[in-house]
Each structure stands twice: as structure tokens, then as C-alpha cells.
């Protein structure tokens, strides 16, 4: 299902009518992401995600990027339980202890991953998808599936590399966020430009 909002272009309807979260529709769901840190932090972002609405997490987007040393994980993997306690005390992000230390354990992952020497964080998350963007051709939003094989694939491999908050339904949309599927329905304006 999409939406033609008033002005004149079509988008996919989850967006709604917020203006913030059209921007966000418009300049970045969907678009391919290489960048190995801007990866860590979509990552992070949708796990924070799990029990809420994206929206409330985009609206603290800037929060989580101050609070959160702009998502370096060289910085993050060595957080102790001073930051973790001033991170529990910051109103700016979403105050959840499980998911804080989930995103310390998440940045030594992927330093783990990164020390490897077989390419970089996103080569490795690439991989799921061949490298490849896999286009969808969803008519409406009830024709999107939840999770597919790919982002089972990666939610297994990322728990067993010891990442927290990443299971299969997180790992697609994220996967959809950053690009690697394309699930704008097919009338949506951004449907063949990403």
C-alpha cells in the first residue's frame, strides 16, 4: 500500500504523513550502505527498535550518535560501568540496560570481525545478500515478509559471533533500512531509484 501525499509523489504508506519520517523515506530507507561504522550504528539503532516504533528511535537519533561517542566501536567496546550507569541516566536515548550492554558487546563483535583480515564489516554483511541487492516487488505492505532466509542467516551467524538484539525480524529490517533489500512497493517514487 502507498500513500500520494500532497506533494504529488507516491510513497510507501508506513511512512505516513510525519514530515520527518517522509525525509527519512525519501533520502535514506532503502538506499545501499557500504560505510562498515554507518552499518554498526543501523544495526545498533534497530535493535534498540525491538518493542518500539522506528520513528521514536529516529527522533533520538542525534541523542544515541552523542551518547554513544557517534557509534565508534573502538570507543564503545571499552565502555565501562560508569558509561553504562550515564547512559542509563541519559533521557535523550532509550534507558534500556540489556540493549546498552548488548551495543558494548556488539562493538567488540564487530572489532572481531573487522580483525579478521577477510574484508570489512560490510563485506561480511553483504555477503548474506551475494553482494547484491535483492529487489523485491511488493504491491502493498501486507506482501512484505518479516524475515527471509538472508536475514536468518545473519541473525544466526551474528549471535554466534556473540552480537546481542540482532534475530531474524531486527536483521531484515535492517537489511531493508541499509539497502540490501529493496521493499518500497512498486508505486512508491523511490521503488527503482534505490
Known amino acids: 500500500m502507498s500513500i500520494r501525499h500532497a506533494d504529488g509523489l507516491v510513497r510507501c504508506a508506513w511512512c ?9 523515506h525519501d533520502e535514506e530507507w532503502g538506499m545501499p550502505e557500504w560505510d562498515d561504522q554507518a552499518l554498526y550504528e543501523k544495526l545498533i539503532l534497530d535493535g534498540f527498535q525491538a518493542g518500539l516504533s522506528w520513528l521514536t528511535i529516529l527522533r533520538k537519533r542525534d ?18 560501568d560508569a558509561k553504562v550507569e550515564a547512559l542509563m541516566a541519559d533521557a535523550g536515548i532509550v534507558r534500556n540496560r540489556a540493549k546498552i550492554i548488548a551495543t558494548i558487546g556488539n562493538a567488540k563483535g564487530w572489532l572481531d570481525i573487522m580483525a579478521t583480515g577477510q ?13 547484491q541487492v535483492v ?5 502493498r505492505t501486507g506482501d512484505i515478509p518479516t524475515e527471509d532466509a538472508a536475514s536468518q542467516a545473519m541473525s544466526k551467524d551474528l549471535k554466534k559471533r556473540g552480537f ?31
Open 119 to 131: 574484508g570489512a564489516f560490510a563485506d561480511y554483511l553483504w555477503s548474506f545478500v551475494d553482494g
Open 63 to 80: 541523542n544515541f550518535r552523542a551518547a554513544f561517542d557517534g557509534f565508534n566501536p573502538a570507543v564503545i567496546a571499552n565502555y565501562g
Open 164 to 194: 546481542k538484539f540482532c534475530g531474524p525480524t531486527i536483521c531484515y529490517a535492517f537489511m531493508e533500512a541499509v539497502g540490501m533489500i529493496n521493499d518500497h512497493v512498486v508505486d512508491c517514487h523511490r521503488y527503482g531509484q534505490v
Open 16 to 24: 505516513g504523513e510525519d514530515p520527518f519520517y517522509m525525509a527519512y
Open 135 to 139: 529487489v523485491n516487488k511488493p504491491h
